[in-house]
């Protein structure tokens, strides 16, 4: 009789480079007991140096793999239909001057475009038209205004970021982190597609 | 004469609708309603803060044209200041979001985790050339 082995292929593997990578780390499988050690001590990839650090497993591999080794399973596939396996090399420290290079670029940076903003908008006009409306008065440095202001801008950006109350008001990922995943989604998107031979095929008709 | 009073009126209406619809796009575009509903859990609210943006908007209109004047205390420009700063705060981190800039620096330079020192950098920044701005570069 037939026997039902289910997968479902792994979005992401981080492995270290030139291991063997097995198909219990690249899946997870539901399978009968007596299959379920052989099929998990399968091997899908063994990685090399001209590896990259970037390959993805296709779910027809994986199939192929085991219905050559298994006469009576039948495979069933759930969930995404390939797995990318990320090579990661040991963590590289951030270089410090490197680091403060680029704060210091992004801290001058965001002044300067702020400033040309404040400029842009003739924010200094506007601002003293406010003053002149609530007191009546004309101030050519309405820093009453301003500094708040100014710092409001800073306290502003963190609210948007949900820095500084990240736990306390609520768990939901904040705009950044949504931005990091579809930024990730996308990259492993293209991976998909450049990185498998498989999945691009030209026909030629000439 | 009617007819051009008809046309300028027309005009007027155009150009207003135009701006406005203008306003409400970029608003929706960079997210700051909806941020602010999250964190303060008032998804409720949502159709009174449409408002408020629509009658703050309006506000603006009477104050920038038509000069009013209320003779009050200059110490209710603090909470104006603060509440004026926190929006285009929000505004320029939404735009800046928008913009999917710190996801790709974040990758470029392995910094996934510390990401918020670089946010810091760039609101640090922002607050620093506001204040550098108004207390000196105005003025010289």
Same mark, same amino acid.
């Given at each position: ?95 410090? @001057? ?43 440095? @309405?820093?009453?205004?301003?500094? @708040? ?25 904040? @705009? ?31 | ?140």
């Amino acid at each position: 009789m037939e026997k039902t082995v289910y997968i479902r292929m792994r979005n992401r593997v981080q492995t270290r480079a030139k291991e063997t990578i097995y198909l219990k780390d690249a899946a997870q499988i539901i399978a009968d007991d007596s299959v379920l050690s052989k099929l998990q001590q399968i091997i899908i990839h063994k990685l090399t140096e001209k590896d990259g650090n970037i390959v993805v497993i296709d779910v027809m591999k994986v199939i192929q793999l085991i219905s050559s080794r298994f006469r009576d399973v039948e495979v069933q596939t759930i969930g995404p239909a390939q797995t990318i396996i990320e090579i990661v090399s040991k963590e590289k420290g951030v270089s410090v @001057p490197f680091f403060l290079l680029i704060w210091f670029l992004l801290f001058f940076g965001s002044a300067l475009t702020l400033m040309n903003f404040h400029d842009d908008v003739s924010m200094k006009s506007v601002q003293e038209k406010i003053y002149t409306i609530i007191t009546g008065k004309r101030e050519t440095k @309405p820093l009453l205004f301003q500094i @708040p202001y100014s710092i409001g801008l800073g306290l502003g950006m963190i609210l948007f970021f949900n820095h500084v109350f990240k736990k306390r008001i609520n768990d939901e990922p904040s @705009p950044l982190e949504v931005e990091m995943f579809n930024y990730q989604m996308d990259l492993d998107n293209y991976v998909i597609v450049n990185e498998n031979k498989e999945s691009m095929k030209r026909v030629h008709d000439d | 004469m009617t007819i051009k009073i008809v046309i300028i009126i027309f005009l007027g209406f155009a150009s207003g609708l135009a701006v406005g619809s203008g306003f409400v796009a970029f608003l929706t575009v960079l997210g700051i309603i909806p941020r602010l509903t999250q964190l303060s859990k008032t998804m409720k609210m949502i159709q009174s803060y449409e408002w408020a943006v629509v009658i703050g908007a309006l506000t603006g209109v009477l104050a920038s044209l038509r000069d009013p004047n209320l003779n009050l205390s200059p110490y209710l420009l603090i909470p104006l200041g603060l509440t004026g700063g926190v929006y285009i705060g929000m505004l320029a981190a939404g735009l800046s979001e928008a913009l999917n800039v710190f996801p790709i620096l974040a990758k470029r330079i392995r910094l996934d985790g510390k990401i918020m020192i670089l946010i810091m950098a760039i609101v640090f920044g922002k607050i620093f050339g506001s204040i550098f701005q108004w207390l000196y570069f105005v003025h010289h």
